[in-house]
């Protein structure tokens, strides 16, 4: 959390500050980044830095939980929860997430080096956040579903297990990808979603009723 004096400033200001250092932690990751260049950039003394957030730790993860915070509403001001098909829900979560990546390519490289390869100093901090994240999703992904479409005596259970361990495989497989080139969500994201299309539709014409 930040000082109350941070918030004494305009929001132009603060967004200024913010903008230098995440854009300074997600060029270089939380060991490499430095404070001094993101005092420069945000035109700001490094004691004014640290007045502000307190040490390099305090001011990633407010980082981390302003970021989370903005895209979390905009990801869910743009997902119509209505009655829907499990597998429609998925694909449209997708492609809001490679909507918002497009959006935000500073966030989004922001998150990959955040969810990737978290430093050691904040690792336990960022694992709690993932699985509180990742529980909070898949409660949210399957509010509302309509199973009606899934043939009888399918364990539904199992299948969203089944689809889980797929979209999961999809995702390491990227995760690969990413490290080596952490823009290729933004330039090759289509291709992702019709990856994810497609082992969707196998999946589908298993589950559901002809």
């Known amino acids: 959390m930040a000082h109350q004096s941070f918030y004494n400033l305009t929001p132009e200001r603060q967004e200024q500050i913010r903008t230098a250092c995440v ?33 390099k730790k ?23 929860q209505e009655r829907e098909d499990l597998f429609e829900r998925m694909l449209k979560w997708s492609l809001r997430r490679l909507e918002l990546a497009r959006k935000y390519p500073l966030y989004y490289r922001f998150n990959v080096k955040m969810f990737i390869e978290p430093d050691a100093v904040v690792r336990p901090e960022i694992n709690e956040i993932i699985a509180r994240l990742t529980q909070e999703g898949y409660n949210k992904l399957l509010d509302n579903i309509d199973y009606s479409s899934f043939r009888p005596g399918v364990d539904i259970t199992k299948a969203i297990e089944a689809l889980t361990y797929v979209l999961n495989g999809i995702g390491e497989k990227y995760l690969e990808r990413f490290r080596v080139d952490e823009d290729y969500q933004l330039k090759r994201g289509d291709a992702m979603l019709k990856e994810i299309h497609e082992y969707m539709d196998i999946l589908r014409y298993g589950f559901y009723t002809k």
Do not use: P, W
């Open 23 to 55: 854009a300074e932690f997600a060029s270089l990751g939380y060991s490499k980044a430095s404070t001094n260049t993101m005092c420069r950039e945000a035109g700001i003394s490094k004691g004014l830095l640290f007045h502000y957030f307190g040490t």
């Open 58 to 80: 305090e001011l990633f993860l407010y980082l981390v939980d302003h970021l989370v915070e903005i895209l979390l509403e905009e990801f869910y001001q743009g997902i119509n």
